[in-house]
């Protein structure tokens, strides 16, 4: 999956349910994923945040209920699929 295609799943994933994520790997281009993504929330309206926790790169919308919840439902919630580029 290119990356556009990866920022645009990220996007709809967090403004669907508040947050999304995506495990990256050494062929992941992470400054331009996340780069990607924020043009793509910005032409879709949504205010988003990004933050790469170890090798996972979390897309967290700026209104989430997330950002109330504890430090281990946080973590619960970003968990990412083992695999490399699978949204989750």
Do not use: F, N
């Amino acid at each position: 999956m290119g990356v556009d295609a990866v920022a645009a799943a990220l996007v709809e994933r967090a403004r669907a349910v508040g947050q999304a994520v995506v495990r990256t790997d050494a062929a992941t281009p992470v400054a331009e994923l996340r780069t990607a993504v924020r043009r793509t929330a910005r032409a879709r309206g949504a205010s988003v945040r990004t933050g790469m926790v170890d090798d996972v790169l979390a897309v967290v919308r700026a209104d989430a209920p997330l950002w109330d919840a504890s430090t281990a439902e946080m973590r619960r919630v970003l968990t990412a699929p083992d695999e490399p580029g699978v949204v989750g």
